[in-house]
C-alpha cells in the first residue's frame, strides 16, 4: 500500500486475533508498531512472535488512565501516533434473558467506552498535529439483530455511529472509518464455538468458510494507507456477502 513504510500505528488488542494480524500487516508494510494488550502472556508472545513490534504496552482500555499512560508510552516509543487501529473488544456468548448487569456494564466498558476512550487520546494528538488515520473495529452484529449477542451487538451499534460522527467534526484533519467483520476464526470465536456450530455457520455464508484474520488485516492497511485519502465516515463490511440477502437468501 501506498504511504505506509514509516508510518506509526498503535493497535489495540493487537496480542491476538485480527489484531495481531494486523500488527503483522503493518510491519510487513514498513510501518512502526506498538500494540496496546491488557493481558500479559499476550503481549510476551506477540512479542516473540513479532521481534520487530517498536513495543507492547499494557492497558485495560475501559480504564482512562491506563489509557492516558498507554497512549504517552507509545507516543514515546515511536515519536507520534499516525494510525490508530482501535480493536480492542470482548464478547461473551449468552442468552439476553441470563446477561447480569456485570456483564452488561463490562462489555459496555471494554467495546464502547474503551473505544470512545483511545479514539479521543488518538484524535487529541492527531489534531494537534494535522493529520491522522483512526480506524474501528465494529461487526455486522452492530448491522444486524444476531441472537445471543444482545450487549456485543449493542455495543458494536454504538461503535459505527461513533465512527460516523468523529469523522464529521474531524474533517479535515483526521479521516475516521470502520471495519465490520462478519464471522472470522479468531481465539476469541474459536472458544466460544464448537466444530459442528462452526461448521453450521459456514454452511450460512455464500462464501462457505469464516474469514481470516489477516484478510481483516489487509482492509485495515488499505484504509489507513494514501489509496484510501478520500475515504472517511465510511463502514466496510467484509463477511463473504453473510449481510447481502435476508431471510430468503439463507
Known sequence: MRGLNNKRVLITGGASGIGAATAARFLEEGSQVVVLDRD????SAIQRQLPKLAGAVAADVSQL????????????????VDVLINNAG????HNFLEITPEEWDRTLA?????????AQAAARHMWDRG???ILQTAST?????????ADYNATKAGVIELTKTMALELAPKVRVCAVTPGYVLTPMQRAEYTDAMLEEVNRKIPLRRHA?????????????????AYITGQVF??????????????
Open 65 to 80: 488512565d491506563q489509557v492516558q499512560s498507554a497512549f504517552s508510552e507509545a507516543v514515546r516509543l515511536m515519536g507520534a
Open 110 to 118: 471494554v467495546n464502547l467506552t474503551g473505544v470512545f476512550y483511545v
Open 141 to 149: 452484529n452492530g448491522i444486524v439483530g444476531q441472537p445471543f449477542y
Open 131 to 133: 493529520s491522522g488515520v
Open 237 to 250: 463490511t467484509c463477511d463473504g456477502a453473510e449481510t447481502a440477502g435476508g431471510l430468503a437468501s439463507r
Open 40 to 43: 500479559e502472556k499476550g503481549r
Open 212 to 228: 481470516q484474520p489477516e484478510e481483516i488485516a489487509a482492509l485495515f492497511a488499505y484504509l489507513a494507507s494514501d489509496d484510501a
Open 90 to 93: 470482548i464478547s461473551i456468548r
